[in-house]
C-alpha cells in the first residue's frame, strides 16, 4: 500500500453535544462543538489550531484522540478510518496517537508518584520488565529535563512548568507519531511558556513526530507551526501557513486576533481591533456567517448565506490560503490601501 | 514527621492521605474518640476473658485448666459431684474454704450474658450491688446487666461493620458503574433504585420475622439488600466528577482499560469521600438493629441485645438501673462515633487540601 503523505486526514467532523433534561433526560438541544471542520496533516509538520476559548478546538483534538466518538465525518490516522477500529486495533493507535493536556495540574493523577505515572503507558501496553521500565522512565525523565529523584515524588510537588514536563514525557513514552498538544502552555507561566515550547520543538527533532498544536495564543502557535488553521464557533474560518496568516490575513477574525497580540514596543503604533460582544453561544449558531454577529464589515448576504472554506484569490505567494468569507477578496484589496493594519 | 511520613508511604499510603490523617490526629476529640471506641471494640472481641461465667485459669492439683475458649470442662474434673459445667464462682468459693493450694482466676465481671444468677431469697432484676459483682444489677430473669451490655456491644458493633463492609461494597461498585457507563444503564438503574428504596424496610423485615426467626445472616442480608442504595448516589456522582478529568482521559488516551481506569484512577481518588461516610453508616447500623431489637423483630432471645435490654428498662421502670445502663452504653457509643465522623468529615475536606501551589 502506498502510504499517503498525509498522517492524519479529518473530513468534515462534526461533535454535537445533546443537552439533556426532564425526568426522561429529553434532549432539549444541541451544542454544536465541533461543526463540519477538515484538515490534513502531513508527517512530521506541525498544525496550529487557534481560536478563543469554546470555540471547539479542544473537541476537535479530543475526536482525534478517541476520547470523543465524533457525530459525523471522518478521522482517517494513517489510511485507517478510526471509526472502523475497536479493541485491539484501537489500542494499537492509542499508542501512536498521544496528547498532552492542557492543566499539568489535573492531567496528573494526585495519587501516583511520577514514575508510576509515567510507567503506567508501559503497563497498559505490556512493554518490558519492571526494570527495564524502571529504567525507560528514568530516561524520560532526563529526555524532558527532569531529576532522576523525581521519580519517587509526587506530582503536588513540583511546579506547574514541571508537571507540564511530565505529562509530555508521559505522551511520548510510547514515541508516539502524532502528538495533539492541547493548550499546553496556556496554565503556564508566561516565563515558563518558552522553555515547554522548546522543549517541544526539541523533542520534534529528535523523534519526528507530527504535531497538532491547539492553542488559543496566536503568537505562541506561530513560534512552533507550519500550518495555522483558525477556527471559531466550530468551524474553520481561514487555514494557510504560519507565516502568511500574520502577514495577509484575510478573514476579519483572524485580523482580530493578530492585532490582539501585544506589541513589546511601547511607541508602535497599534491599530488593534477590539471585538465587540460575546462568542454566541454554541447551542444556538447564528445564521449564515457565523461571525456575522461581531464582523465589523458584515452586508447583507452575510446574515443569510455561510460562506465555506475556499481557496483566496490573493496576491500572496502562499501556497495555500483558504479562508470563509464572502468579502475576502475585496477586503484584502482594501487592506492593501491601508498599509498600517499589522 | 518525615520519618512517618516515609513509613506511611512505604505502606502504600500517598503524602495525600499522610496529610488528611495528620489532620484528623489534630483534631483531639475525634481522634480520642476514635482511640477509646477502637479500644472498647477491641476489648469486646475478647469479652469472654473479661465478662463470663468460666473461670480465666484454674490451678487444680498441680495442673492449669484454662476453660474460657474451647469445651465445657464437667465439674467431676475438679472433683465435684456433677457432670455438667462446673460452677466456678461456687468452685472459688470451695478452693478458698479449703486452701490446698488450689486456686482460680475469675474475669473482672464473674457472670456470662445467658446465665439466669438466681439466688435463693433474691428477686429479679436486682439492683447495682458490688458484694455479688452484679456492677449494674441483673435483668428481669437475673441475668448480669452488664454481660449483656458487652455481649450486645459486640453483637451491635460486628453487625454494623459486616453491614457496612457488604452495603460500601455493593454501593461503590454499583455507583460506580453507574457513574463511569452513564447514558442509559445508568438512567434504568436510577429509577430501580428509586423504586426499590421505596419499599419499607422496616415492613419487610417485619413480614420476614413472621415467617421465620431471623438469625443474625438473615437480618443482615435483609438490611444489606435495602442498605446500599444510599452509598450508590454518593458513588455515582463523585464517579461522574472523576470521569471526566484530565488525568482520567489521559490514561484513556493511552489505552487503559476500563477495569484499569475505574479501580487505579477513579477509587483511589473518590475512596476520601465515602470514608467521610463510615462512622456516620456505624452509627445507623446500631440504632437499626437496636430498634428492631426493641421493637421484638430482631434477633432472637436469648441473644444480648441493647434493644432487648431497652425494651425491658422500659417495661420496668422501676428498675431503673437497667434503662440507665443502656441508654448511657448507647447515648456514650453514638456519641463518640459521631465525634469520629466529624473528625473524619472535617479532616477529609476537599477544600482544605485543593491547593493550586
Known amino acids: 500500500m502506498q502510504k499517503s503523505p498525509f498522517i492524519l486526514e479529518v473530513k468534515d467532523l462534526k461533535k454535537h453535544f445533546p443537552i439533556r433534561g426532564g425526568l426522561f433526560f429529553r434532549r432539549k438541544g444541541t451544542v454544536f462543538a465541533v461543526d463540519g471542520v477538515s484538515f490534513s496533516l502531513r508527517r512530521g509538520e506541525t498544525l496550529g489550531l487557534v481560536g478563543e476559548s469554546g470555540c471547539g478546538k479542544t473537541t476537535v483534538g479530543r475526536c482525534i484522540t478517541w476520547l470523543y466518538k465524533p457525530t459525523s465525518g471522518t478521522i482517517t490516522y494513517d489510511g485507517i478510518d478510526m471509526a472502523a477500529i475497536h479493541g485491539a486495533g484501537l489500542r494499537k493507535i492509542r499508542k501512536e496517537v498521544q496528547m498532552v493536556f492542557q492543566d499539568p495540574f489535573e492531567s496528573l493523577n494526585p495519587r501516583h508518584t511520577v514514575g508510576h505515572i509515567l510507567e503506567e503507558p508501559f503497563i497498559i501496553h505490556r512493554i518490558g520488565n519492571a526494570q527495564q521500565r524502571r529504567r525507560a522512565v528514568s530516561r524520560l525523565l532526563d529526555r524532558v529535563g527532569l531529576p532522576g529523584s523525581a521519580m519517587d515524588r509526587f506530582p503536588h510537588e513540583f511546579s506547574g512548568g514541571q508537571r507540564q514536563r511530565i505529562g509530555i514525557a508521559r505522551a511520548i513514552a510510547l514515541s508516539p507519531k502524532l502528538l495533539i498538544c492541547d493548550e499546553p502552555v496556556s496554565a503556564l507561566d508566561v516565563s515558563i511558556q518558552s522553555q515547554i515550547l522548546n522543549l517541544l520543538l526539541d523533542l520534534q527533532r529528535e523523534s519526528g513526530f507530527t504535531c497538532l498544536f491547539i492553542a488559543h495564543d496566536l503568537a505562541v502557535v506561530r513560534h512552533v507551526s507550519d500550518w495555522i488553521a483558525v477556527m471559531y464557533l466550530g468551524q474553520i474560518v481561514e487555514y494557510t501557513d504560519a507565516d502568511t496568516i500574520y502577514k495577509a490575513p484575510l478573514h476579519p477574525y483572524t485580523k482580530a486576533l493578530i492585532s490582539a497580540i501585544p506589541i513589546p514596543d511601547p511607541t508602535a503604533a497599534t491599530h488593534r481591533q477590539v471585538l465587540s460582544g460575546d462568542l454566541p453561544s454554541p447551542s444556538d449558531p447564528p445564521q449564515g456567517c457565523r461571525f456575522h454577529t461581531r464582523c465589523p464589515f458584515k452586508v447583507k448576504m452575510c446574515e443569510k448565506t455561510a460562506p465555506s472554506l475556499q481557496p483566496a484569490d490573493t496576491a500572496s505567494s502562499a501556497p495555500v490560503h483558504q479562508v470563509a468569507c464572502h468579502r475576502a477578496a475585496e477586503l484584502a484589496q482594501r487592506q492593501d490601501k491601508q498599509p498600517n493594519l499589522p | ?357
Open chain 2, 1 to 357: 514527621m518525615v520519618a512517618g511520613e516515609k513509613v506511611l508511604q512505604m505502606i502504600g499510603i500517598s503524602p495525600l492521605t499522610a496529610k488528611k490523617i495528620k489532620r484528623f490526629r489534630s483534631i483531639r476529640r475525634g481522634y480520642w474518640s476514635l482511640v477509646v471506641f477502637a479500644l472498647l471494640v477491641f476489648l469486646s472481641l475478647f469479652a469472654e476473658l473479661l465478662v463470663n461465667n468460666r473461670a480465666i485459669v484454674v490451678s487444680y492439683n498441680g495442673r492449669l485448666y484454662f476453660p474460657t475458649y474451647g469445651n465445657m470442662i464437667p465439674g467431676s474434673v475438679f472433683g465435684l459431684d456433677y457432670e455438667y459445667e462446673t460452677n466456678y464462682r461456687q468452685l472459688a468459693k470451695k478452693f478458698r474454704a479449703e486452701q490446698d493450694g488450689n486456686w482460680i482466676v475469675m474475669p473482672p465481671v464473674p457472670y456470662g450474658p445467658y446465665e439466669n444468677d438466681l439466688s435463693a431469697g433474691r428477686y429479679p432484676p436486682t439492683p447495682p450491688s458490688f458484694s455479688q459483682k452484679h456492677y449494674l444489677g441483673t435483668d428481669t430473669s437475673g441475668r448480669d446487666v452488664l454481660a449483656r451490655l458487652v455481649y450486645g456491644f459486640r453483637t451491635a458493633i460486628l453487625f454494623s461493620l459486616a453491614l457496612l463492609a457488604i452495603t460500601y461494597v455493593t454501593g461503590i461498585i454499583i455507583g460506580c458503574a453507574m457513574g463511569y457507563w452513564g447514558g442509559l444503564f445508568d438512567l434504568l438503574l436510577q429509577r430501580i433504585i428509586e423504586v426499590w428504596s421505596n419499599i419499607p424496610v422496616l415492613y419487610v423485615i417485619i413480614i420476614i420475622s413472621s415467617l421465620l426467626v431471623p438469625s443474625f445472616v438473615i437480618l443482615l442480608v435483609i438490611m444489606a439488600c435495602f442498605g446500599w442504595v444510599s452509598r450508590t448516589w454518593i458513588m455515582r456522582t463523585v464517579t461522574y466528577k472523576e470521569r471526566e478529568r484530565e488525568y482520567v482521559l489521559a490514561a484513556r488516551a493511552l489505552g487503559a482499560s476500563d477495569l484499569r481506569i475505574v479501580l487505579s484512577h477513579i477509587i483511589p481518588n473518590t475512596v476520601s469521600i465515602i470514608i467521610t461516610f463510615v462512622p456516620f453508616s456505624i452509627a445507623e447500623g446500631i440504632i437499626a438493629l437496636t430498634s428492631l431489637d426493641y421493637l421484638g423483630f430482631g434477633l432472637p432471645p436469648p441473644t444480648p441485645s441493647w434493644g432487648e435490654l431497652l425494651h425491658q428498662g422500659w417495661t420496668n421502670m422501676d428498675a431503673w438501673w437497667i434503662v440507665c445502663s443502656v441508654v448511657v452504653a448507647l447515648v456514650l457509643t453514638l456519641t463518640l462515633v459521631t465525634f469520629i465522623g466529624e473528625a473524619i468529615r472535617e479532616a477529609f475536606d476537599p477544600k482544605m487540601h485543593t491547593t493550586y501551589e
